[in-house]
């Protein structure tokens, strides 16, 4: 099994009924994973020019925006779906850490 089918089967452990679909966890699970790894990689080799905290918040705020991606899709139908969700995720990854559990508890975004 592969780590991002783990994730995805975890999600839906987690989340329940409020889980994104199979396939949209799966999509999640490798962004995160594949995605995951190479960003690690290169602020591990120093890479990125960003310090511990803000790469932990930047990465911790992308997998938690992750969770709602699949509904700011489905909002999106007929409208420019690529720039409303990359402004979605941009916005809740550079949020304070209080920021971004408030926004979390609010829902997706719109």
């Known amino acids: 099994m592969l780590l991002a089918d783990i994730m995805a089967q975890q999600g839906r452990e987690l989340l329940g009924a409020a889980a994104p679909s199979d396939i949209d966890r799966k999509l999640i699970g490798l962004t995160i994973v594949s995605g995951g790894l190479d960003l690690t990689a290169m602020w591990l080799n120093g890479d990125l020019g ?6 932990t918040d930047f990465f911790t705020g992308f997998i938690q925006a992750s969770i ?3 509904a700011s899709l489905d909002q999106s139908a007929g409208s420019s779906t690529a720039v ?3 402004s979605a995720v941009c916005c809740r ?3 304070t850490p209080s920021a971004r559990k408030k926004m979390m508890n609010s829902g997706p975004p719109r």
Do not use: I, Q, T
């Open 50 to 55: 960003v310090g511990r905290d803000h790469f």
């Open 68 to 70: 709602h991606m699949p």
């Open 84 to 86: 409303g969700l990359s």
């Open 93 to 95: 990854a550079n949020a």
